[in-house]
């Protein structure tokens, strides 16, 4: 199987909370992250949670990471249409190669 | 401050031919990383330099693929002779000590 797996596609209206899911196989990550990716634009780091931490908050991402079932996921509050792009999950050993997932698409409509 | 760039954008080949990526990463970085995302599939890591050496190349496909950067400055990565599966993304990122990598925008390769 994948080392890295999420949902291929979500969409949702403008104003509502957007949760997008992951879940991961390698108990020795130590960094999880979110990355994005806007047309045309290389992978933006949105945020990352250290495995020994179950939340963090930035703004309006909430990163929620429940490790003994390796799901990780991140929900945008308040969801604009500048929100739609591809969110992709990844996992790290300390400061090292990074693992992706296929990347879940988000639609934004008005 | 600029970020990282990668030349072309987009390439288009055919199969046989030979096809040379670079990679200028930010100024400083000592760290450079090639990743590849093949149509539908995940984002996968090739290789990753630290200055001039390669650290782990674990992830190169095949001898088809070298990657070169010579001084510790920009890198390069060679496909030859290019193959129909070879068609992705290839995302080039670099980082400096920390955990953040910078990614640069792709280069599209077709081939055809």
């Known amino acids: 199987g994948e080392d890295v797996e999420q949902s291929l596609f979500l969409s949702v209206r403008e104003g509502d909370s957007s949760v997008i899911n992951c879940t991961y196989t390698d108990s020795s990550s130590t960094y999880l992250y979110w990355y994005k990716q806007e047309p045309g634009a290389g992978l933006q780091l949105l945020t990352y949670?250290?495995?020994?931490?179950d939340m963090k908050q930035d703004q309006r991402l909430t990163v929620l990471l429940n490790k003994k079932d390796k799901h990780l996921s991140l929900r945008i509050a308040d969801t604009q249409t500048g929100d739609s792009a591809i969110y992709f999950c990844?996992?790290?050993?300390?400061?090292?190669?990074?693992?992706f997932g296929k990347g879940t698409m988000l639609l934004v409509s008005p | 401050e600029a970020g990282v760039t990668q030349f072309p954008s987009h390439s288009v080949i055919e199969k046989g031919q030979t096809v040379t990526l670079r990679c200028d990463p930010i100024s400083g970085h000592d760290n450079l990383y090639w990743y590849r995302r093949v149509m539908g599939k995940e984002i996968k890591f090739l290789l990753h330099f630290v200055k001039e050496s390669k650290q782990d190349e674990s992830g190169m496909p095949n001898n088809r693929f070298l990657a070169e950067r010579t001084g510790g400055t920009y890198s390069t990565l060679k496909v030859q002779p290019a193959e129909l599966e070879d068609s992705g993304v290839y995302f080039c990122?670099?980082?400096?000590?920390?955990?953040?990598?910078?990614f640069g925008p792709g280069t599209r390769l077709t081939v055809l």
């Open positions: 990122a670099s980082s400096q000590a920390g955990l953040e990598q910078f």
């Open positions: 990844a996992e790290s050993e300390g400061y090292s190669t990074l693992t």
């Open positions: 949670i250290f495995s020994n931490m």
